[in-house]
């Protein structure tokens, strides 16, 4: 990770791109231990983590967002269809 800050030139999104399985939940701790680290002098503070930083965390939020929508969505659609399938075989029954 030292070594992709230092790369990069503190660039977060350029960073994470090169960490092995990294995925938008690993991103803050991923921020947090380079903060440390910067803090602790074991790296130099650059512009780009602080601005990158908060710029990967606002697009994580927003991916997160999105799929809680899409997951919401994509359960009430199910219980719909099953509703309204569920009501059509109940007048069919009834009509015949």
Same mark, same amino acid.
């Given at each position: ?17 090169? /960490?092995?399985?990294?995925? /938008? ?17 074991? /790296?130099?503070?650059r ?28 359960s ?6 099953r ?14």
């Open positions: 990770m030292k070594a992709a800050y230092v790369s990069y030139d503190g660039d977060v999104e350029r960073m994470i791109s090169e /960490l092995k399985c990294c995925t /938008l939940d690993d991103i803050e701790r991923h921020c947090q231990t380079l903060q440390t680290m910067i803090d602790s002098r074991q /790296l130099t503070h512009k780009n983590f602080t601005r990158s930083a908060a710029q990967v965390r606002r697009r994580a939020a927003a991916s997160r967002q999105v799929l809680f929508v899409l997951l919401f969505t994509d009430i659609t199910h219980r719909l269809t509703a309204a399938s569920d009501f059509y075989s109940l007048n069919y029954s009834d009509a015949v």
